[in-house]
């Protein structure tokens, strides 16, 4: 079946630093690829996604490749900021019917 | 705001007992989702429906149930409620017609047995 591991957190970073969150997925066949973000007593909220090989999903200074080559996604930003503390969650889906499979999701701790 | 609505945000139940959540998908969105998050399974699909029909299935218990009505807004009922089914359930929907597209989210309702 189909799967999404990320890396485990919490990551830590300071105001401006660069962020990388990795992602790796096993599906079937050709799955589209998606970030999600949830802050603090909220949903999950649409971050970015790509739906092919090499597209680049981007968003708020967010961005992540599909590399099919090795079924990564991972996300990156330049320049950190504090309100960008939340947990991210990466994720597939497959088969027309957009049921999502998810990571079990990255908490990022930004810091001033 | 994603303009889907789950209702009621908060409840707390007793072990044994049966609750019903609600969710109003967004104007237009034909598919419901359920997902249920908890510490220990993290984030897993629980059930679709698409204009009133259940068209696909994930971890669901049997003691859960769903339905999606001609309204489009679909309940999840949960009965002999254990201390393990405390979780955040989310409900989401996604527009016809289009493959693989993303899903947009409730705030979730926040379940507590005890």
């Known amino acids: 079946g189909n799967s999404v591991t990320q890396m485990e957190g919490p990551v830590t970073l300071s105001e401006e630093a660069f962020l990388t969150i990795n992602c790796t997925y096993t599906a079937t066949g050709y799955p589209s690829l998606f970030w999600y973000v949830q802050y603090p007593g909220e949903g999950l909220q649409l971050l970015l996604k790509a739906t092919k090989a090499d597209d680049k999903g981007s968003n708020k200074g967010f961005e992540a490749t599909y590399r099919k080559e090795t079924t990564s996604f991972h996300l990156e930003k330049g320049s950190v900021q504090v309100s960008d503390s939340a947990v991210y969650f990466c994720?597939?889906?497959?088969?027309?019917?957009?049921?999502?499979?998810f990571g079990k999701g990255t908490m990022l701790l930004v810091s001033p | 705001d994603s303009g889907v609505t789950q209702t009621p945000k908060h409840l707390i139940t007793a072990t044994g007992q049966r609750v019903t959540l609600r969710c109003s998908p967004r104007s237009g969105d034909l598919s419901v989702y359920w997902y249920q998050q908890s510490l220990d399974q993290g984030l897993q699909f629980l059930i679709q429906?698409?204009?009133?029909?259940?068209?696909a299935k994930g971890n669901i218990l049997e003691r859960f149930s769903a339905q999606q009505f001609p309204d489009l807004h679909s309940e999840l009922n949960l009965s002999s409620l254990e201390l393990g089914d405390s979780a955040l359930y989310f409900c989401?929907?996604?527009?016809?017609?289009?493959?693989?597209?993303?899903?947009?989210f409730g705030q979730g309702t926040r379940l507590t047995v005890v």
């Open positions: 994720a597939l889906s497959e088969g027309g019917y957009s049921t999502l499979t």
């Open positions: 429906y698409y204009n009133g029909e259940e068209r």
């Open positions: 989401a929907s996604s527009p016809p017609r289009q493959l693989n597209t993303e899903a947009f």
